[in-house]
């Protein structure tokens, strides 16, 4: 899904092939999201994704425990030192709400993992000096 944002900086995309769940999130942060990545299991293995964005902002990260996933990500998005980039970021599992992260102002986004039993096993994105877009991957369980 998405993505939600502006359309500076270039491409940043996960390798979704054997991705199983996402591990952490990390996120670095102030008046906007300066920049983010994620840690996600593939086939049994853990990996980190680049650091999208810039290394501006305090660094906050999300731990997700074992049978917790993400179902949704919500935020903002709007100008700042003239760029449209991602403002504010708030992740949500099936157990826990993390953030706000960054400022919430501009123009509201969620990105949820469409249906119940829905995951979000990665996400896509554009980046320079701060996050400017966002989407996400998800699978979805029907069976239920």
């Not at 979000?120 to 369980?141: E, K, P, Q």
């Amino acid at each position: 899904m998405g993505p939600c944002g502006g359309d500076g900086g270039g491409g940043r995309d996960m390798d979704m092939r054997g991705v199983g769940r996402v591990v952490r999130v990390a996120v670095r942060h102030g008046a906007a999201v300066d920049a983010m990545s994620v840690l996600y299991e593939r086939s049994g293995r853990e990996e980190w994704t680049d650091l999208w964005g810039g290394p501006g902002g305090t660094l906050s990260e999300i731990s997700l425990q074992p049978g917790e996933h993400l179902t949704s990500v919500a935020g903002h998005y709007g100008r700042l030192d003239g760029e449209l980039v991602v403002r504010s970021l708030t992740f949500v599992s099936n157990v826990h709400a993390y953030g706000p992260f960054g400022e919430e102002r501009g123009v509201a986004f969620e990105l949820p993992a469409a249906a119940r039993g829905g995951k979000i096993l990665g996400f896509h994105a554009r980046s320079g000096r701060r996050l400017d877009a966002l989407g996400t991957y998800v699978v979805v369980n029907n069976a239920g």
